[in-house]
């Protein structure tokens, strides 16, 4: 299936639920990489959609990818972004972060900003072939967050 059957829209209440599983399938994967759950299979999915704005990549009826981000006074902060695991390698996550840029232009920012777990070294190189760079590191729970960031041209 190619990205033209993929469609988006906004998350309501009700799709908690589905994002919460779509999370935790993408996610798990890293789980013995880490050695723990990351922090996102652990997050509270119904207060998140009822405080920040996520879309939903559609296929078949069904959530295959979201991107959860919040509109910062100088950049579009990228909380979540996630695709299923069976929709990987289709170009869903970056469709996901082009929404991003475009939320970021409409709200006047030229600037997305991220973070990942260092030991996510497939989600480090997807970020950096997608135009972000490392701004810095930092150590956390025995790990390494990488704080990335994009610059955009209006």
């Not at 972060?97 to 990942?116: I, P």
Request: with cysteine; glycine share 8%; proline share 5%.
């Amino acid at each position: 299936m190619t990205n033209n059957a993929i469609r988006f829209r906004p998350a309501a209440p009700a799709d908690a639920a589905a994002i919460r599983d779509i999370v935790r399938s993408a996610y798990a994967r890293w789980v013995p990489v880490i050695g723990r759950e990351p922090l996102p299979m652990r997050a509270d999915y119904d207060k998140a959609v009822a405080e920040h704005p996520f879309d939903l990549a559609i296929e078949e009826g069904r959530v295959v990818g979201m991107i959860e981000t919040m509109l910062a006074d100088d950049h579009l902060w990228i909380e979540n972004v996630c695709v299923a695991p069976e929709a990987q390698g289709r170009g869903i996550g970056r469709l996901l972060l082009d929404r991003a840029e475009d939320k970021a232009r409409d709200g006047g920012r030229n600037e997305l900003r991220l973070l990942t777990n260092g030991a996510f070294e497939a989600n480090v190189f997807l970020y950096k072939r997608h135009g972000y760079t490392i701004d810095r590191e930092e150590p956390f729970m025995g790990g390494t967050t990488v704080y990335m960031s994009k610059k955009l041209t209006r």
